[in-house]
């Protein structure tokens, strides 16, 4: 990131990035869950608070570290995500959907623990839709001018494929990430494309997850409304 103090282009501005992934309980003990790290969303919040916002920092399930200076809220399902961003969405400039959210979780829960017995075999799991999140930040905009980032992670026509969710969700930019068996998830590095709704494109090399932080950020800056208050 830049020097400390060198770039504090959002300054005045309050940031909400959510990260790490969420996790759908079967019973007491068990979820269903995703590899998300929350590597990116916390590089972003780290980048963010050298650029001088204010950042909350939405965490699902990530075992990484506060970020200086950032107001956490921890949340465990893709439900409890949802309460926390549409709780602090509408005091945002910027609101960023960097955590893998699940797309089902079971529709029940076993407030027991679920038993195997003898001679059996288990019953099927029945799952629902959760929420999409970003499409209903995207839809609502709880304030004129605000931003609305979302990611995305696809294995194959990575353009074309994002291009259309993009759309579908609604939101302003859409970080597309090139995903493989060894990329991305819980890896240092990855490669990404930026796509704009005003059909911009912005390639960003193979590097560092706090490298895309940084040119998120450059691309919300210069989208940004002038700063009211
Ligand atoms: N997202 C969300 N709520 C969901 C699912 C996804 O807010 N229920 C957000 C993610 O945080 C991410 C973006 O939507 O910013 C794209 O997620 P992705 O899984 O790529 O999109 P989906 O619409 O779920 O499409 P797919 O069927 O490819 O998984
Ligand atoms: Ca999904």
Same mark, same amino acid.
């Given at each position: ?25 079967? &019973? ?5 869950? /995703? ?25 699902? /399930? ?24 549409l709780k602090a969405a509408?005091?945002? &400039? ?66 074309? /494929? ?11 930019l859409l970080v597309v /990430? ?46 940004l409304p002038p700063a009211?208050?």
């Amino acid at each position: 990131g830049p020097a400390a103090g060198a770039r504090r282009d959002l300054a005045g501005r309050h940031v909400v990035v959510s990260a790490g992934g969420t996790r759908e309980p079967l &019973d007491p003990v068990r979820f269903l869950g /995703n590899r998300s790290s929350g590597k990116q969303g916390y590089a972003l919040a780290r980048a963010a608070v050298a650029r001088g916002a204010r950042v909350t920092l939405v965490s699902a /399930n990530s075992a990484l570290p506060d970020p200086a200076g950032a107001d956490v809220v921890r949340v465990g399902t893709a439900v409890q995500l949802r309460e926390a961003m549409l709780k602090a969405a509408p005091d945002a &400039d910027v609101v960023v959907m960097a955590a893998a959210v699940a797309d089902f979780r079971p529709a029940t829960y076993a407030t027991g623990k679920i038993k195997k017995r003898d001679g059996q075999e288990p019953e099927p799991i029945a799952l629902v839709r959760n929420p999409d999140i970003l499409a209903e930040l995207s839809a609502e905009r709880a304030r004129p001018g605000q931003l609305v980032v979302g990611f995305a992670a696809e294995t194959d026509d990575v353009v074309p /494929n994002g291009r259309a969710k993009l759309a579908r969700k609604g939101c302003d930019l859409l970080v597309v /990430n090139e995903v493989g068996e060894h990329k991305t998830f819980g890896a240092e590095e990855n490669e990404a494309v930026v796509l704009g709704a005003d059909g911009s494109e912005t390639p960003v090399p193979y590097g560092p997850k706090e490298a895309l932080a940084e040119t998120v950020w450059d691309l919300v800056a210069r989208a940004l409304p002038p700063a009211t208050d």
